[in-house]
């Protein structure tokens, strides 16, 4: 009776209407599908500092990858961006849900992204 007094009840979003949006600081050389991503942890600015590592990580990306990274703009939901992928590539995006979707949350681990919702 009394068990979810002091549980908080998180609100379930929808990822396919949900907006990503790539955070500040981070580029993408479209050329050659690569993302810049800048260290700057207290450690990784030490790391940099004293043991002479680059100070921007370069991540390469595959097409999907690049299509999908260049599309979280803060314009396209996570369905448009679905929709659009499948458009581009057709049968080669295949499963395009679940990789989207795994791509996506590798992404929001590597602290890539901001998000949005729509109504």
Do not use: Y
Not at 18 to 39: A, E, H
Request: aromatic fraction near 6%.
């Amino acid at each position: 009776m009394g068990r979810n007094r002091n549980k908080k009840h998180k609100e379930v979003q929808n990822l396919l209407s949900m907006v990503p949006l790539l955070k500040d600081g981070l580029t993408m050389d479209n050329g050659n599908m690569i993302v810049f991503v800048p260290r700057q942890s207290w450690v990784e600015r030490q790391a940099v500092r004293f043991l002479k590592q680059p100070a921007v990580i370069q991540v390469k990306l595959d097409d999907l990858g690049a299509a999908v990274t260049t599309m979280c703009d803060g314009n396209h939901s996570v369905s448009d961006i679905a929709a659009a992928i499948r458009a581009e590539f057709g049968d080669d995006a295949e499963p395009l849900l679940p990789r989207l979707v795994k791509f996506i949350e590798l992404m929001e681990v590597n602290n890539w992204l901001e998000w949005s919702w729509r109504q």
